[in-house]
Every structure is written in C-alpha cells, then in structure tokens.
C-alpha cells in the first residue's frame, strides 16, 4: 500500500499540470465550458491519476518481470524458429487488442474499416517484431536497420503521392504511434531484455532496446502498402461528439466497453505467459502470486485510465482545439507546446521507459534528462502540428526531413541513445496523445480549414510525437559525448600539473 500510494502521488503530479490547464482555459474570455463537461473532465481526471498510479505499480510487479522471464526462456531453448513464430504470434495478437489502437481506429472509421486497419497494423508489429528478434540474434546495428526500412518507407509514400492517395500518410505515421501503447510497451521492452541477456554480447546494453522502434515502423509500412489499394474518395467526419448530461450513465458504459478491451489484451498476454511457465519457465509459486496480483493492478489502472480519457479528456480537447483556434497564430502554436511538455508528464509507459532505462545503463541514462527530452521533443512537436494546421501544407515536409535528421545523428552517437530515442519515439506517442491531444488538432483543424481537411492536415499530430523524441534524445547523446570529452581533458591537464610540480621540487 506504500508504494501504490507513491505510485498515486507521482501519477498526481505528473497529471496536475495538464488537468490545471483545462481549468484555466475555462476562465479565460472567449471561452465556454459548461458545468457537466468541467464535472464530466473532473471524474476523468481522477480516474486517469488513480489508473496511472495503479499502472504503473502493476508494470513494476507484473508486466516487465513476465516479459523479461518469457524473453529469456525462449531464448535458453535454442530454437530460433519457435522464437520467432512465437514473437509475431504475440505482437499480432497483443497489437489486435491494444486499446490505444481501438482509440485510433474509431476516429478513422469513416475513412477505412476500423477492423481492417487493426489487422493490417497487428500485422506489421508481428512482422516487424521478428525483424527486432533477428537483430539480437546476429548482432545487427541498429542505426543500419532503420535506415534500410526507412528509405523504404519513403519510397512507399512517393508512389502514395503519384496514385494521389498522399492524405493516408499521416493516418499511416499516426498507426505507428499507438500500436506502441500502454499494455504492448511494458512486456516488449522487457521481452527484448529478457532475450538480449540470453542471446547478446558485450553490446546487450544497446540490443535490449530498439524493439518498439522496430515495431512502429512495420504498422506504417502495412498502412502505406493499404493505401496503395484505397479508393481516392476518401472522406472524414467528426464523431467525437458531445458530453452527456447524466455523467455516470457515460463512464458506466465506457468502463464496460474498455473492461472488455483491456481484459481481451492483457488475457492474450497472461495466456501466453502461462503457456511459456507450464512448458519451459517453470516459475515458483510465490513469483506466480506476485505476478498475478501486478496483472490485476494493470488490469484496474488500465480500465480507469482509458475511461477518463475517453469520457473526461477526449470531447475536451476537441473543444479546447475549436476555441483555441480562434486565438493569434503565435499564441495557439505557443499553447500548443505547452500543452505539449505537459501531456508527457501524464503517459503511464513514459514513466516506464525511464526507469527501465536508467536500470538497464546503470544509470548512465537518467531519468530525469530522459523526461527533459521527452517534454521538449512533445511540446516541439505539437507546435509544429498547429503551425502545420495553420498553414495548410502536407506532412511530408516534417517527417522526411526529420527522419533524415535523426537516421544522420544516429551514425555519430553512442548506439544505446540511438535504440533508446527511437524506442521512445513509440512511447511517448500514448494513450494521451491520441485521446487529448489528437482531438485537439482535430478541433483545431475543423475550426480553421474544415472537416474536409482533417484526413490531411489534423492527423499527424501522433506521427510528429513520434518523431521528435529522436532528435532530442540523440542529441543528449552529443551532450554526453562532449561532457565526457571535457571531463577527460580536465583530467590530463591536472595530471600533467601535477608532472610539472613533481619535476620542480625534484629540481
């Protein structure tokens, strides 16, 4: 109990910030929130800290410890073939379920079959997550993958671009986002622990992340392929609706519909783990009990988290955006990365990356420069959203250039910054993203260029969460290198000092 209480007053402090935000938009002149949707936002934001705290104790004791074990168990059986059928068994089906891909595919579904869309993107996490294996297991560089995988990417996007279907692009990058959520994040970074420390060399540190990098890119590449074959008529329309009079009659039905969800995933997950235990873990009884206890704090943290972003969070953000959107160009975009900074704080894998990081380097990645990195690249990126939405140009002119960006620091980093940004870009693109801070470009969007407009211009808020944490991460990268550097020179001159002192008392 005195640790979930910690776990409930960062979760706390991680959430104020945004939560206070919204309060004082309320009273600011021009804007209009009624006293149901401050109720309905204030019961979302209660049960978004409770369910982070509740999450994130659930990780602690449950998910990364079953993730690490099965990692490590099918790696001591030697058997590549069963590790691999294993792996894309297990992130087709953990993809198929995550809820952050449910959110997402409801706000595509005028678009593209909602059901077709999950499948093609469990597709490509399964596909992509044996990329990932295969790359521990002959002790590839990472940095050389993404480049491979990324020019391919782009050529996908040029041929989208001649068959005019280039308005796909952003809900392709913004798939690659959110496969990365909540329950998929916890069990593959640990799974890629688990098999790095079995499999790995003297570069297991690096090896064990890059997996969720690995990850978001096959779902992009699935979309991309999709919409190669989508008709060219494509239409969106708003259905993020209004909040209801009687608040809990809504949270009611939505906690049933996301209890349902959440117990189809982290079923698929316990299901899979007790297979691996009955024929090669063969884990105590009493690890078994912690285990199951961490999974049902997931599954409760989960449940309520998602319930009051999807009720409390999501039509108001999409409001916030359509009365934001009459504000001053320069004061909308400087909201936007403040808003920005202060959704990371609020990600519940966020705060599990960082720690897992930092255990993994021994602490030679902190969690706090990671958190520092993070906030900037969000709060970066969502500005440059709105300036996008403002200005009414494609997605192209960020990603490509972008990505060139972070593929070219990649080559003159430490490879574990390179594997840790990329990993991060996939999970700071979360659950509050696409249930705050999507609906927020959408309402932006809306307000300013149309609902016509929103397939091209108000997706791809995910995609560039996604992408900037590369850059900013990397660039810790150069910070560390420059430090060490400084530190080693002080280091020479005060031992040449002290060679100089000795040779004049010795005179």
Known sequence: MKVLWDKIKEALISALPITLIVYLVSFLPGFSFSRVELMSFTVGAILLILGIGLFNLG?????????????????????????????????????????????????????MNGKLLIYTVGFGVGAFLIVAILRIVFKRRLSAILMLFYMLLFSLALMLAVNENLDLLPMAFDSGGVTTGPITVPFIMALGVGISS????????????????????????????????????????????????????????????VAKEVAIALGLIVVFFLFCQIFFLKLPKRQLHRIAIGVIFTYIGLVMFLTGVNVGYMPIGYKMGSQMSLLHPALLTGLGLVMGVLVVLAEPAIHVLNAQVEDVTGGYVKKRSMMVGLCTGVGVAIALSVIRIIFDF?????????????????????????????????????????????PFAVG?????????????????????????????????GFKAIISNKIKERRAMRRILAADDEQIINFI
């Open 59 to 111: 990780a602690d004791i449950a998910m990364t410890p079953m993730g690490t074990h099965v990692g490590a168990g099918l790696s001591k059986q030697k058997t590549i073939g069963l590790l691999l059928a294993v792996c894309f068994v297990l992130g087709m089906l953990i993809t198929i379920a995550e809820p952050d891909l449910q959110v997402l595919a409801n706000q595509v579904s005028s678009v």
């Open 198 to 257: 079995v499999l790995g060399d003297r570069h297991s540190q690096e090896n064990s992340f890059g997996l969720v990098s690995l990850c978001s890119i096959g779902p992009i590449l699935a979309v991309l392929v999709l919409g190669l074959f989508a008709r060219n008529d494509l239409s969106y329309s708003v259905n993020y609706g209004s909040v209801e009079s009687n608040i809990l009659k809504a949270y009611m039905t939505n906690a049933g519909h």
């Open 394 to 438: 494609s997605l192209v002119y960020y990603v490509i250039p972008g990505y060139f960006i972070s593929l070219a620091l990649s080559l003159f980093v430490p490879p574990v910054y390179t594997a840790i940004a990329f990993d991060s870009g996939g999970v700071a693109s979360g659950p509050m993203t696409s249930g705050f801070i999507l």
């Open 444 to 476: 932006v969007c809306v307000s300013l260029q149309g609902e016509n407009a929103v397939l091209r211009d108000g997706f791809g808020v995910v995609a560039l969460v996604a992408m900037t944490p590369l850059i900013t991460i990397q660039i810790l």
